[in-house]
């Protein structure tokens, strides 16, 4: 990990206005940033106590969606996202294991690190690790006590709820409805009221602890974010994101503890990505249908149908997650390489068509206004897949000229810097994390589908095409035999 942020420079376009839904606001609103072409980002990242889920991964995807999205338009970037490396279960995880939650938390970190690579997720201007900041959280905890906002009890110190009449302003939850005696935290600590949550935990027999000037203890959660986001985005950030489980009451805390602390507005755009679903449940460890990437991988499915799936539904609707929908975007992918790949190897004759040229012109803006649009990634795809379908239909019918091929390239290049699956990767990145590369079995009609498709791409003499969905179909075991009549049969190895 780098000691100091640095901003990323974005490449500049000329697009539509990009708008956000604001949770704070609950519209959708033009995204200005507080200082002109400069994005300062905070990301919740996980907890490392396990391997993350794909549940997990769908806010990080969404996050890369962004990201990559505010660069293509030019913004520079500073992104901070925080790993948290101390909490109960980490704390109990790496006793039980009997090594020190340094080195318990090391082995999520780096698993975590690589699977972010195999999802292609760019890496965050700045990863801020907890335990290295505990003097940044006292500092700001003795600035809240400073401020009336905290008391004491039990060595632990709380933040009073009372004292920030804000609160709920983010979640719109009702304070005044709160019971006493719910349970609103993780924490299990005495506090004087049961909104109040716990800013620094006194320490418990046997347990991992620091020393500092507000005592021996550890920091709770909400602020470790607040504490971080603060030292490296400046009292006020443009964005602040997440999945919508932490609005309440994660970011509520954030901004109770920032807040309070500053006396400034701590995010101008919160942005929150929806559930990820399993046969329409939630997907979450307590649930029981939990599945890692490295599941995922194992049984066969490829790192690019998972971005893909992923970043396909747009963020804030719940997306359905199910083996079936995963083969959907492994298809949807091939169609999107077999026509990159068709773009650059076949031989068109000379010329441009001018009417290609509209059509390419047409895409690109459709794609820009779909992503401007609150991120609406199903527009900016259906906007490629028009594209697409419409070049293959000219290019069957002889009328795409050999000078569309960079106009269209250039088409697909815009599209794979936010998307990112083009690359035809996934074995190399599955044998990174040690996988083996099984590909999924495919059903008889998707294997008579390539079929049909191979013998189209033979009959316009299109051989690199022919030999690539050859390839494909071996991969998944498919055994090809042409007969001397032109027609072909088929096997599973
Ligand atoms: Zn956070």
């Given at each position: 990990m780098s000691t100091q942020p640095t901003l990323s420079d974005g490449a500049s376009t000329s697009a539509a206005a990009i708008r956000f839904h604001n949770t704070m606001s609950g519209e959708t609103e033009p995204f200005v940033p507080l200082t002109p072409g400069e994005v300062r980002v905070y990301t919740c990242g996980?907890?490392?106590?396990?391997?993350?889920?794909?549940?997990?991964?769908?806010?990080?995807?969404?996050?890369?969606?962004?990201?990559?999205?505010?660069?293509?338009?030019?913004?520079?970037?500073?992104?901070?996202?925080?790993?948290?490396?101390?909490?109960?279960?980490?704390?109990?995880?790496?006793?039980?294991?009997?090594?020190?939650?340094?080195?318990?938390?090391?082995?999520?970190?780096?698993?975590?690190?690589?699977?972010?690579?195999?999802?292609?997720?760019?890496?965050?201007?700045?990863?801020?690790?907890?335990?290295?900041?505990?003097?940044?959280?006292?500092?700001?905890?003795?600035?809240?006590?400073?401020?009336?906002?905290?008391?004491?009890?039990?060595?632990?110190?709380?933040?009073?709820?009372?004292?920030?009449?804000?609160?709920?302003?983010?979640?719109?939850?009702?304070?005044?409805?709160?019971?006493?005696?719910?349970?609103?935290?993780?924490?299990?600590?005495?506090?004087?009221?049961?909104?109040?949550?716990?800013?620094?935990?006194?320490?418990?027999?046997?347990?991992?602890?620091?020393?500092?000037?507000?005592?021996?203890?550890?920091?709770?959660?909400?602020?470790?974010?607040?504490?971080?986001?603060?030292k490296y985005l400046g009292d006020t950030l443009d964005i602040h994101s997440g999945g919508v489980d932490l609005t309440f009451p994660h970011h509520e805390n954030e901004i109770a503890e920032s807040e309070a602390a500053t006396g400034r507005k701590f995010a101008r755009y919160w942005l929150h990505a929806e559930h990820l679903l399993v046969d329409h449940e939630k997907m979450s460890k307590s649930v029981g249908n939990f599945a890692t990437l490295r599941e995922l991988f194992a049984r066969g499915h490829k790192p690019s149908s998972v971005r893909f799936l992923l970043a396909s539904v747009p963020y804030r609707r719940q997306l359905n997650f199910t083996p079936e929908s995963l083969q959907g975007a492994a298809g949807s992918v091939e169609r999107l390489r077999n026509f990159a790949s068709r773009l650059r190897s076949e031989k068109f004759p000379e010329g441009a068509s001018e009417a290609m040229a509209e059509r390419a012109a047409t895409a690109r803006r459709e794609f820009d206004a779909g992503l401007a649009d609150d991120l609406n990634t199903a527009q900016a795809l259906a906007a490629i897949f028009d594209l697409v379908r419409e070049a293959n239909i000219a290019m069957d019918r002889g009328e795409f000229r050999q000078s569309d091929v960079a106009v269209v390239l250039e088409v697909m290049e815009m599209f794979d810097a936010i998307f990112a699956v083009l690359s035809d990767d996934d074995a190399a990145k599955l044998k990174t994390l040690g996988i083996s590369s099984a590909s999924p079995a495919l059903s008889d009609a998707e294997v008579e589908a390539l079929i049909a498709e191979r013998q189209a791409a033979r009959k316009r003499r299109d051989f690199a095409a022919s030999d690539r969905i050859r390839d494909q179909l071996a991969e998944h075991g498919i055994i090809l035999e042409d007969s001397r009549d032109g027609t072909v049969r088929w096997k599973r190895k």
């Open positions: 996980p907890t490392v106590y396990d391997f993350a889920h794909v549940g997990n991964f769908r806010t990080f995807v969404f996050q890369d969606i962004l990201r990559r999205y505010l660069k293509s338009r030019g913004f520079r970037l500073l992104q901070v996202m925080n790993l948290t490396d101390v909490d109960d279960r980490i704390i109990q995880k790496a006793a039980a294991a009997g090594v020190s939650i340094r080195e318990y938390t090391d082995k999520y970190i780096q698993a975590f690190l690589d699977d972010r690579a195999a999802l292609n997720l760019e890496p965050p201007e700045f990863i801020a690790r907890a335990t290295e900041h505990i003097d940044d959280m006292v500092q700001l905890i003795q600035r809240l006590t400073d401020r009336g906002y905290t008391y004491t009890s039990e060595g632990s110190t709380y933040y009073r709820i009372a004292k920030f009449p804000d609160y709920g302003k983010l979640s719109k939850i009702d304070v005044a409805g709160m019971q006493t005696g719910a349970r609103v935290d993780m924490d299990r600590y005495d506090k004087d009221n049961a909104r109040d949550f716990a800013l620094w935990k006194a320490p418990k027999p046997g347990e991992h602890s620091w020393e500092t000037a507000i005592g021996p203890g550890r920091p709770g959660w909400h602020i470790e974010c607040a504490a971080m986001a603060l």
